[in-house]
Structure formats: C-alpha cells, structure tokens
C-alpha cells in the first residue's frame, strides 16, 4: 500500500510537512518512553548509604588476624593483634616518627585511641588501610624476625610496597620514611563485645 497523501499530489509541500510532522512526533514520544529506563541509572540506596556506618561481626576474628571492610569507599582493617603484638609496642616509640599520635589528632587519631595501641580495645585495632605518603596500600606483614625490606628485628607490622614506608602494629610510622603520618584511625566504637560499628563513635 502506497504511503501518498490521500488529496495531495506527488512532491506536494503539504506532503512533506506532514512526514516531517510525524517525524517530530515519533521522535518526542521515544524520548518520553526513555525517561522511566533513564531514571534506572540513578544511584541505588545503596550508593546512597556508602557515607554510612558499617556494623562488623568481630566474633570469628582470631588472634593474629585481620579482616577489611569498605567504609566511603576506603579499606578499613580490622585486627586482633595477639599478646605478644601488644607487648611489643611501647618499646618501639623511639624508632617512630610519631609515638604519641601527636601529629593532626582530630583528623587522624580520635581522643579514645591516643593511647599506645591507638585502639579503645587494646586487641582490636582500626584503621584505614592507606598509606599516608600517596595513598597506597600497605601489606600485612604480622610476622616477626627479619624479612625482605624489613629490619632485622621487625616486631610485626604493616609494609608499604610501593615506596618502602613501614608502620607498627599501631599503625604508627617509623622514623625516615617516606609517609608524613600515622595511619588514619576511623571514627568507631563497640555495640557489644562482638559487634564493631565504624563511622561512628558518639558513645565511644
């Protein structure tokens, strides 16, 4: 079937004018069936919620380990040091560029965690898995005793392999290294013995 104007006569304007019409129209109506597919690129509740506090299970931690959760987008680590991690610590102040966490206090250590262990609970230990230098990651590195780019009487800590900056087992840095700071320490507190929830702290 022919797609001719009825009344209008080939290469007539009236023609076109309305081809050109229904064009527009075909247009606008794709445009508004796009909208509701459009809306589903919005940010989900749960992207909104990124800014929120995170609630840990500490429970099955053990001695010795550690486990890392996202808070706005940054690795937080959670360890359980062991008693022998502990008790390393104090000795360690005179090798640390800052021992006390003296250095930015509001930005990076809360009033409760300006103790050796930069911890509310001595065994558990919190902080953002960021190296203060350029923003890289530190690797675990627990163990004791010498090892490749550690001193021979490491006592356990955290290695920066991208440019050789080590921290204590209290996120301390030690002197002469390329990051400025300790590692930061979130806001957080404890709902219970086995419940951690970091991002905030107004009962801490």
């Not at 987008?73 to 090798?95: M, Y």
């Not at 230990?125 to 230098?133: E, K, N, R, Y």
């Not at 350029?134 to 490491?154: E, H, I, M, N, R």
Request: overall charge neutral; aromatic content about 6%; glycine content about 8%.
């Amino acid at each position: 079937m022919s797609d001719t104007l009825v009344g209008a006569k080939p290469n007539d304007p009236s023609k076109r004018t309305w081809i050109i019409a229904s064009t527009c129209v075909g247009i606008a109506g794709a445009a508004a069936t796009a909208v509701p597919f459009v809306s589903t690129f919005q940010p989900s509740e749960r992207a909104k919620a990124a800014g929120a506090a995170v609630e840990v299970d500490i429970s099955s931690i053990k001695p010795g380990e550690k486990v890392t959760v996202e808070w706005r987008g940054k690795p937080v680590w959670v360890v359980r040091r062991t008693p022998e991690q502990l008790a390393a610590l104090p000795a360690l102040d005179g090798a640390l560029a800052d021992p006390q966490s003296k250095r930015k206090p509001d930005e990076l250590t809360p009033a409760y965690a300006r103790n050796p262990g930069r911890s509310i609970k001595p065994e558990f230990f919190v902080a953002v898995g960021i190296c203060t230098h350029l923003g890289c990651s530190p690797s675990d590195k627990f163990q004791s005793g010498p090892q490749a780019s550690l001193p021979d009487d490491w006592k356990g800590g955290f290695l920066c392999p991208c440019h050789g900056s080590t921290f204590d087992m209290a996120g301390r840095v030690f002197k002469n290294k390329p990051a400025p700071d300790n590692l930061e320490i979130p806001p957080h507190m404890y709902l219970s013995d086995s419940r951690l929830l970091i991002g905030e702290d107004t009962k801490a």
